[in-house]
């Protein structure tokens, strides 16, 4: 290196500076227009990766990731409460590399997501989902939904999804219908009690309300033996402190006292359902018991000691039973 030749050089003034910036980004824009070119027709094979914001009819603005080829098969996931969709990171790089374009939303008023307080309910929810499927024109997609968002599946494959013919499967994990609440006509459900303790958890002191539900019952981690991740605790935590407090407060409400029998009658795609039979958060015999005798096309898997939150603690096994479905 002749380092006499970069210590003489004069120094550039900013105009210099500023027009050899340019040039550069020029040659970087050329570059890659070369690149994109010579691609061809392998575009539509490409790991792409991305992310946006869509917004809705009443100002919202969704917060989505979509990786993977745009040609390749769709899969839509729908988080939980109070969390968002890095809740699905794991699911979303397995099934990418399986050959999937995946997609997962933040659900409003969570995550990244417009911290509205006003639409906090299913039908705002699953209006949202189809205004993600929508612009991104997902057709014969895959829809899994954990908990809450199990009810957001439900609710817009039997409002949006099948009366616009976009839906291919379904697949309900750990999810809250037909209906949580216990009432005359479900006795098998949570009292109210259980949910204004969450309200007023939450109230009182968010961050260690969902610190105690992200360290016991959620993961089974308050279970004798078992094996605690302190890192998957701080994500859950993480995740939920991102979101808006009236959001999630008035979520409560939408994912506990949203009756979703007549949601579940109307669904007549393929449809899998998984649940834990430890399952501390939605028990499974006024869930995916109920859930498998209203979908008409309809498989049901328990998993004996799995928690609510098996998706990240039984990834493997979930994941692998996913995909069997999506490609049987």
């Known amino acids: 290196m002749n380092t006499h030749a970069l210590t003489s050089a004069p120094a550039l003034g900013r105009r210099e500076v500023i027009a050899a910036i340019g040039l550069l980004g020029t040659g970087a824009v050329l570059s890659q227009e070369t690149s994109a070119q010579e691609a061809g027709s392998r575009e539509d094979t490409r790991l792409q990766m991305g ?16 990786w993977g080829p745009k040609g390749a098969p769709p899969i839509h996931f729908h988080h939980g409460w109070p969390l968002s969709a890095d809740d699905w990171d794991t699911q979303m790089l397995f099934f990418m590399t399986n050959g999937y374009r995946v997609v997962a939303h933040d659900r409003r008023g969570h995550g990244r997501s417009t911290q509205v307080v006003t639409g906090n309910d299913m039908d705002h929810y699953a209006a949202d989902a189809s205004s993600v499927a929508e612009h991104l024109d997902l057709r014969n997609a895959v829809h899994i939904g954990h908990s809450t968002g199990g009810g957001e599946v439900a609710r817009y494959v039997a409002k949006f999804g099948q009366p616009q013919g976009r839906v291919a499967k379904v697949v ?8 949580m609440l216990k009432t005359a006509s479900n006795p098998g459900g949570t009292p109210i009690d259980v949910f204004n303790g969450y309200r007023s958890a939450l109230a009182a002191n968010r961050a260690q309300f969902y610190l105690d539900v992200a360290s016991g019952p959620f993961y089974g981690f308050n279970r004798p033996g078992a094996k605690v991740s302190q890192a998957v605790i701080d994500n859950w935590w993480r995740q939920g402190m991102m979101g808006g407090a009236v959001a999630q ?42 859930q498998s005798k209203l979908i008409k096309n309809s498989t049901l898997k328990t998993y004996p000691g799995y928690p609510h939150g098996m998706l990240t ?9 996913i995909l069997k479905f999506l490609k049987a």
Do not use: C, M, W
Request: glycine share 6%.
């Open 51 to 66: 992310s946006g914001y869509i917004r809705t009819k009443d100002g919202t603005e969704i917060f989505y990731k979509d």
């Open 313 to 321: 603690t039984h990834a493997d096994v979930l994941n692998a039973e």
């Open 172 to 179: 309900l994990v750990s999810s809250v219908p037909p209906l």
């Open 249 to 290: 407060y008035e979520g409560i409400k939408a994912f506990s006292e949203t009756d979703q029998t007549d949601d579940l009658k109307t669904i007549s795609v393929p449809t899998l359902i998984l649940q834990g039979d430890d399952d501390q958060v939605v028990p499974y015999r006024d869930a995916s018991l109920l």
